[in-house]
């Protein structure tokens, strides 16, 4: 059974950086891809980025420019980079890993608990 765990969240102000961390356990890292998505209050999840097992990345239009998904297989972890932060980045951060190339979160299979990143103004 895969599990994910996210890691790295916290309070920063705008303009600054963070690095989530996702470390997977159970099944073969390197045949997932990979999704990172986020849930502010009251509103829907939505997709941020996506790697897949080549390291072909795609990311949502709010965050490109500014967010960067790595992925290290030798340590079954996906990374998300965050720079030049705001207060619309708020939200809870989910990882999630699938068999398909998708921004679509019905698409992934496991889900993360979610981290919680907060950009103060």
């Known amino acids: 059974q895969v599990q994910l765990v996210e890691s790295g969240g916290g309070l920063v102000q705008a303009g600054g950086s963070l690095r989530l961390s996702c470390a997977a356990s159970g099944g073969t890292f390197s045949t997932f891809r990979m999704g990172w998505f986020r849930q502010a209050p009251g509103q829907e999840r939505e997709f941020v980025a996506r790697?897949?097992?080549?390291?072909?990345?795609y990311y949502a239009d709010s965050v490109k420019g500014r967010f960067t998904i790595s992925r290290n297989n030798a340590v079954n972890t996906v990374y998300l980079q965050m720079n030049s932060l705001k207060p619309e980045d708020t939200a809870v951060y989910y990882c999630?890993?699938?068999?398909?190339?998708?921004?679509?979160?019905?698409?992934?299979?496991?889900w993360g608990q979610g981290t919680q990143v907060i950009v103060s103004s």
């Open positions: 999630a890993a699938g068999f398909i190339n998708s921004a679509r979160a019905p698409d992934y299979n496991t």
């Open positions: 790697i897949n097992r080549s390291n072909y990345t």
